[in-house]
């Protein structure tokens, strides 16, 4: 029932801007958190950007300043709005919900992404030169 799902991946030139799009559906509630991971491969799995229900939202340095995170409760969705693209960004974008989340995003959000109970499937994101 509970589902989330990733849009709006794609391929761009280095600098281009890309929006990623996660519509959650089948939550009891709206109080949940997003959160966005990335995979590249060879690499681990690294956080980038998380939000609470209430607005509170934290955004990795390495991305600070390129990208902004966003959400729509209404539209029950989150947003990842992505420019200044480079080759480094090339990954697997993952959507993530903690629904057991605080109103302010925890400071160790981005070493536990286990403590993300729901995951979309992901989408692409290719950035060449």
């Known amino acids: 029932q509970v589902q989330l799902v990733e849009s709006g991946g794609g391929s761009v030139q280095t600098g281009g801007s890309l929006r990623l799009s996660c519509v959650a559906s089948?939550?009891?509630?709206?109080?949940?958190?997003f959160g966005w991971f990335r995979q590249a491969p060879g690499k681990e799995r690294e956080a980038v950007a998380a939000?609470?229900?209430?607005?509170?939202?934290d955004v990795r340095d390495y991305v600070k300043g390129r990208f902004i995170v966003s959400r729509d409760n209404a539209k029950r969705t989150t947003y990842l709005q992505m420019a200044s693209l480079q080759p480094e960004d090339t990954a697997i974008y993952y959507c993530?919900?903690?629904?057991?989340?605080?109103?302010?995003?925890?400071?160790?959000?981005?070493?536990?992404?286990?403590?993300?109970?729901?995951w979309g499937q992901g989408t692409q994101v290719t950035v060449s030169s």
């Open positions: 089948g939550f009891t509630h709206d109080t949940y958190m």
């Open positions: 939000i609470t229900d209430k607005g509170d939202f």
């Open positions: 993530a919900a903690d629904v057991d989340a605080p109103v302010s995003v925890p400071k160790n959000w981005a070493s536990r992404p286990s403590g993300f109970e729901f």
